[in-house]
């Protein structure tokens, strides 16, 4: 397997992280790179695996063994070697019927071989000398067990998926349920970051320790391919639950075909099947249905207002009936939080500098009126003792212009004051709106001796937090994250001969996530901050207005975005 990242390295300043776009000819030289990488061992994906023996238990040569997926009648047709093996890789996850036949042997069927991807199962026949019309039919045994295969791996089906509450619906979560997977972060299920939305939210959801290792050392991975962010091992793409077949934990002693991690979540996705499937979901979570904190509780304290909609649905059929197959999900999710914010102001005088009216605390804490010094007027009271001057009444007689247009930017007043500090005198209560809109598509042909798929989506989210000062030219942006992330992704799984199966796989997604706070562009009021203009071009984010918080005051400040690209391919043989 070859992971690639054409995007640049990230360069991190101030809290904010910008990763540089790569060049279209960097993309299509590294997916060439990509696939005619070869690793040998087994593939990623079902395998049926038997020896098939006459009734005095001799190896059966020469035998046809047709394997056939019971819902979407897709079958793939093998020969019995010298020594009566037969092995059929590359299936997709679902139901099978194995059929046997050889002239002089009567036919040998057996139906519902369960088998879940990147398992092996071994189907054990035994054919029985013919007799005119018979036909040994095996069904409702014991579930057959992966015996070629040592690693630990846990699945959560389709089934489980569909049964089990998933309050966030972040995929990832059914990795929890396995053994040896606590829950981590991804337990949290009412923060914004719980939405999986921009990097902080992916880098949340995808938060899961295994075996002791710790969170962001796993290799995430959908239908056998790497999709991961190259800043923290986050997930790049979260598919609807809906079109989830399993999700598996792979951990201890997996073979070689896996790497880049302490242990591999593997997602697959559903594809369709000779019947038309489909369902719609719909999920409210209201404040209502909800048990208020232990904390709130004791101190009698309402529960806040909270709610989501969570809408969505999928379908899936036949294009063309035992060839070619769709399934498609989406999903649409909706909140709003209002959040009131208590901050501290200018009062109107101090606005232009008159502070006779501001008290301080003094220290036993009564209500003292404040004094002010000149920094600039200083007298010796000894060598190495200085006074400033105290400015009378506390009013600054020559206000610096500067301050006066910091000052001038802050909101009036707007409530009585908790004390007679003025503490809190300003109130603003804001909105903040959560969009979430995710699609995932998949496409299954069967032709000839090609098995090929092809599937895509696009996860489209943005979460908008108005600044709580409105329109004041520090704070008139709001603070956005943002996810545009389209993915797709293309494999064949090609029966070469009988013993000889090359399973082709390349996915390119790509991460387009913003996460600005304040104002990004726009700014250009430096000299009016005293700002000289021959340093104006030395600043990293030009536009970006200054983070300005005095003392015991409000303050605000400018923004950033990151981006990045991360392309994934591979090309496995197995003998």
């Not at 991190?12 to 910008?18: P, Y």
Request: with cysteine.
């Amino acid at each position: 397997m070859t992971s690639l990242d054409p995007a640049s390295p990230a360069i991190e300043q101030g809290g904010e992280v910008r990763v540089l776009k790569a060049r279209l000819c960097s993309l299509l030289v590294l997916a060439s790179l990509a696939m005619s990488s070869v690793a040998y061992g087994q593939i990623r994906s079902a395998t049926i695996t038997g020896t098939v023996t006459d009734p005095q238990k001799a190896s059966v040569p020469g035998a046809t063994v047709v394997i056939t997926e019971e819902n979407t009648n897709v079958s793939v047709e093998y020969v019995t070697t010298e020594t009566g093996n037969f092995t059929a890789p590359a299936l997709q996850a679902g139901t099978y019927t194995v059929t046997v036949t050889l002239s002089g042997f009567a036919p040998f069927k057996r139906t519902g071989v369960v088998v879940a991807s990147t398992e092996t199962v071994r189907v054990p026949v035994e054919l029985s000398v013919s007799g005119l019309g018979e036909t040994v039919d095996v069904s409702a045994e014991a579930p057959l067990l992966q015996t070629d295969r040592t690693s630990v791996s846990n699945a959560v089906s389709a089934e489980m998926i569909e049964a089990l509450p998933n309050i966030t619906q972040n995929p990832l979560a059914y990795a929890t349920f396995a053994g040896g997977v606590p829950r981590v972060q991804a337990a949290d299920t009412s923060s914004i970051n719980s939405f999986g939305i921009g990097v902080d939210g992916r880098r949340q959801w995808s938060a899961v320790g295994i075996n002791g290792g710790r969170a962001f050392t796993n290799d995430i991975q959908l239908d056998g391919l790497p999709v991961m962010g190259g800043g923290y091992n986050e997930a790049s793409v979260v598919p609807n639950t809906e079109g989830l077949q399993e999700v598996r934990v792979i951990q201890n002693n997996f073979s070689a075909e896996y790497g880049r991690g302490q242990a591999i979540i593997s997602m697959s996705t559903k594809s369709g099947t000779n019947a038309f499937h489909g369902n719609g979901v719909y999920m409210l979570r209201h404040e209502s249905l909800d048990a208020n904190t232990f904390a709130n509780n004791a101190q009698n304290i309402d529960k806040r207002p909270f709610r989501v909609d969570d809408a969505g649905g999928s379908i899936g059929g036949p294009i063309l009936r035992n060839k070619l197959f769709f399934f498609s999900s989406y999903h649409g999710l909706r909140n709003n939080q209002t959040t009131t914010a208590l901050m501290t102001v200018p009062t109107a005088l101090e606005r232009v500098g008159n502070f006779s009216q501001t008290l301080k605390p003094d220290e036993n804490g009564n209500p003292i009126r404040a004094r002010i010094f000149d920094p600039f007027n200083a007298s010796q009271i000894n060598a190495d003792l200085y006074r400033r001057a105290e400015i009378p009444n506390a009013i600054i007689p020559n206000p610096d212009p500067y301050a006066l247009r910091m000052f001038g930017y802050y909101p009036m007043p707007n409530r009585t004051p908790d004390d007679v500090y003025n503490t809190n005198n300003f109130e603003s209560t804001t909105t903040t709106t959560v969009r979430r809109h995710s699609n995932n598509n998949r496409v299954d042909l069967k032709l000839g001796s090609h098995s090929i798929y092809g599937s895509g989506g696009i996860s489209y989210a943005e979460i908008i937090t108005p600044r709580p000062f409105g329109t004041a030219p520090f704070n008139d942006a709001p603070g956005i994250r943002s996810d545009k992330n389209p993915y797709i992704q293309l494999g064949d799984a090609i029966v070469l001969t009988p013993s000889l199966v090359a399973d082709i796989r390349y996915g390119l997604s790509r991460i387009n996530t913003k996460n600005l706070s304040g104002n990004k562009t726009g700014f250009d009021d430096y000299a009016a901050f005293g700002v000289p203009s021959n340093l104006v071009p030395l600043i990293l984010f030009p536009g970006t207005a200054p983070n300005v918080n005095p003392n015991g005051y409000g303050g605000g400040g400018g923004g950033g975005s990151n981006w990045t690209a991360l392309t994934t391919g591979n090309f496995n043989t197995q003998r």
